[in-house]
Nanobody, 120 residues
Framework: QVQLVESGGGLVQAGGSLRLSCTAS???????AAWYRRTPGKQRELVAT???????VYADFVEGRFTISRDNTKNMVYLRLNSLKPEDTAVYYC???????????????WGQGTPVTVSS
């Protein structure tokens, strides 16, 4: 079994910044990873993706405010949130392909989420 654990969420004023972290219990080297978010009353939506090769893709609503990155040496994925708006309030989830110690590849692994609240 593998897992993803997010951290770094919290309460911040509009215009502020946060850095979310996602730690994988297995290897993410060469695999895609992403951040999603779910706001109350809405479906989960993709925020950003980083491929195993480092290609970055962002949702239109990001508008250059967020940055996804990874540290393969630590099996971690990050999401830097800048210029936060109240509408960014959501639970943010990490998603990745993770390889366990046995060499088994686990697809669509999800973390438990970390809440972000942006006050106006």
């Amino acid at each position: 079994q593998v897992q993803l654990v997010e951290s770094g969420g919290g309460l911040v004023q509009a215009g502020g910044s946060l850095r979310l972290s996602c730690t994988a219990s297995g290897s993410i080297i060469g695999f895609n990873a992403a951040w999603y978010r779910r706001t109350p009353g809405k479906q989960r939506e993709l925020v950003a993706t980083i491929t195993g090769g480092g290609r970055l893709v962002y949702a239109d609503f990001v508008e250059g405010r967020f940055t996804i990155s990874r540290d393969n040496t630590k099996n971690m994925v990050y999401l830097r949130l800048n210029s936060l708006k109240p509408e960014d309030t959501a639970v943010y989830y990490c998603n990745a392909v993770v390889e366990g110690r046995s060499g088994r590849k686990y697809l669509e692994v999800w973390g438990q989420g970390t809440p972000v609240t942006v006050s106006s």
